[in-house]
Nanobody, 119 residues
Framework: QVQLVESGGGLVQAGGSLRLSCAAS????????MGWYRQAPGKQRELVAT???????NYADSVKGRFTISRDNARNTVYLQMNSLRPEDTNVYYC?????????????WGQGTQVTVSS
């Protein structure tokens, strides 16, 4: 059994910062790519940023230069540092990880954490 647990969401004023964390736990053999996605009500989930096991990052154009994804492989944790937040960044943020257990490789999702940016 594998779980992803997110933390760090909340309410912040425009221009402010938040740091999201997502820790993976369970019967983990190794973790490949990890990432963050976001979803607004009635809209499709969209990619925010991903990071490979070696640390290569990829960002959505809308967050480039403002958000930074990083990971701590020893702690099975991925982070999203969000700076210069805008009202349009308001969403539920989900972490995602491609994880190898001793039985299978599969993609797992966290439960989501709300980020609200006020203008």
């Amino acid at each position: 059994q594998v779980q992803l647990v997110e933390s760090g969401g909340g309410l912040v004023q425009a221009g402010g910062s938040l740091r999201l964390s997502c820790a993976a736990s369970g019967s983990i053999f190794s973790i490949n790519a990890m990432g963050w996605y976001r979803q607004a009500p009635g809209k499709q989930r969209e990619l925010v940023a991903t990071i490979t096991s070696s640390g290569s990052a990829n960002y959505a154009d809308s967050v480039k230069g403002r958000f930074t994804i990083s990971r701590d492989n020893a702690r099975n944790t991925v982070y999203l540092q969000m700076n210069s937040l805008r009202p349009e960044d308001t969403n539920v943020y989900y972490c995602n990880a491609n994880i190898r257990t001793i039985w299978v490789v599969s993609t797992y999702w966290g439960q989501g954490t709300q980020v609200t940016v006020s203008s």
